[in-house]
């Protein structure tokens, strides 16, 4: 995010988030409410979310937990 604020077409709080690993790639737009400090918490919440969530599938689908 820019000092000078948002635009119509990415309005204040616009976030991208892309994740990917070798069978998947996701890309998200995400909106947020709150000062900068509060958008940077969130997304990063986020981010961090769909990544565990991402690798437990892996871990499932892989059956690396059978060791």
Partial sequence: AGPNGGSIDKPVGTVYIGITN??????????????RLAIQEKSSLFAITKMARLINQDIQNENLMDF
Avoid at 22 to 35: H, P, V
């Fill in 22 to 35: 070798s069978k998947a790639q996701d890309i998200y737009s995400i909106f947020l409410n709150g000062d």
